[in-house]
């Protein structure tokens, strides 16, 4: 089954005003992973469609999205699979992929149909491209290994670049995840806006009971989002994004725009937030 949800991009006046059910209707996707479909939302922020694909014992394919108008959904679109569940297979382009957990899968351009099957919960990004790249698995062993941080600031952390610049390649979607370590819970403090590309979070990893506080807003204008595990929030160019949890957690992140510039960043001194 799938079910695929439109989602409008805000500009910065709007969301000022915005209460809370306003905030979390309009960057906050809920109930992405579910037994048995495929959910997307269609995001209207590059274009970037997020989602969740749990087979759970039976085999789905996610073939054509009407949202995209056309023939299949990666006709012209690039995608990043991260399996967030136990190890589970990935079909593209006729060639079945292994993907265990933290295994992050590239898919290019013209790849037809994608079939997700076993005990693998995949989080799904798709951005528009122009060019097919290969298909290429990534393992964390394979990614680009930043650590950020420190425990002093409670934001020690690792990042691991898997679909990036000077990684496996990609038309515009750069995509990754964050660890942090024992003892730290912030991510991306001090916080950053990058105006020429959105970013979406995945937080994933977050203990039963336990949530995440996601930043947003403009800095002088800052919101907050509380999540649960494997939901996430979209970050619109305009917008800080960073979060604060009550326990340990991991994220995804990815981003689409005009640059793949990971250390491009406009950086904000946390005393000049509001
Ligand atoms: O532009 C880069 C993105 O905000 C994230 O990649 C930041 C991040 O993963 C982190 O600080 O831990
Ligand atoms: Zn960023």
Known sequence: ???????????????KGL??????????????FAEGEIRLTYTHYDRMIVGGAVPAGKELTLDAVAETGTETWLARREAGILNIGE??????????????????????????????????RFYIVSTPAHKAYPTTLIKPEDAN??????AETSNDRTI??????????????????????SGSVWNTMP?????RRMEAYLYFDVAEGQRVFHLMGEAQETRHIVMAS????????????????????????????DNMAFTDMDMLAVADLK
């Open 230 to 257: 494997e939901e996430a929030v979209l970050s619109p160019p305009w917008s800080i994004h960073s979060g604060v949890g009550t326990g340990a957690y991991t994220f995804c992140w990815a981003m689409a725009g």
């Open 191 to 195: 916080a950053h806006t990058h105006d």
């Open 1 to 15: 089954m799938l079910t695929v949800t439109t989602l409008y991009a805000t500009d910065p006046e709007t969301a």
């Open 87 to 120: 190890t589970g297979t990935v079909t593209a382009g006729g060639e079945s992929y292994e993907l265990a957990r933290g295994d992050m899968l590239y898919i290019g351009l013209g790849a037809g149909p994608v079939s997700f099957a076993g005990p693998g």
């Open 160 to 181: 691991y670049q898997c679909i990036h610049e000077t990684g496996v390649q990609s038309c515009q979607l750069v995509m990754g995840y964050t660890k942090l370590h």
């Open 145 to 150: 290994e930043v650590k950020l941080g420190s």
């Open 19 to 32: 209460d809370t059910a306003g905030i979390r209707d309009r960057f906050h996707v809920a109930e992405m």
